[in-house]
């Protein structure tokens, strides 16, 4: 069975950084795309940064530069380091894999609460 868990939310000014962990098992995780999602009160989940099983990554225009994903395939983890944090960037964010020949992402982690204040 696939778990991800997520780490590293919380509270902070605006301007500011946050590096978000998920951790996965259950997987063989060097083989998944995987991808950090976030969801706003009242709006639609979005990809927000994805990272191919072959270290490809890819982001949502409003992150470009400020946000990066990485993953470390020894210790079965993918990373969101986000930068120069907005409060527009106030979301729950979950991470998600999709597996080869699946095509979406399938398995999905608790989210973890980021709150960017003003």
């Known amino acids: 069975q696939v778990q991800l868990v997520e780490s590293g939310g919380g509270l902070v000014q605006a301007g500011g950084s946050l590096r978000l962990s998920c951790a996965a098992s259950?997987?063989?995780?060097?083989?998944?795309?995987m991808g950090w999602h976030r969801q706003a009160p009242g709006r639609e989940r979005e990809l927000v940064a994805a990272i191919s099983s072959g270290g490809r990554t890819s982001y949502v225009d409003s992150v470009k530069g400020r946000f990066t994903i990485s993953r470390d395939n020894a210790k079965n983890t993918v990373y969101l380091q986000m930068n120069s944090l907005k409060p527009e960037d106030t979301a729950v964010y979950y991470c998600a894999a999709k597996p080869p020949f699946v095509g979406f992402y399938s398995h999905w982690g608790q989210g973890t609460q980021v709150t960017v204040s003003s």
């Open positions: 259950g997987t063989i995780f060097s083989i998944n795309d």
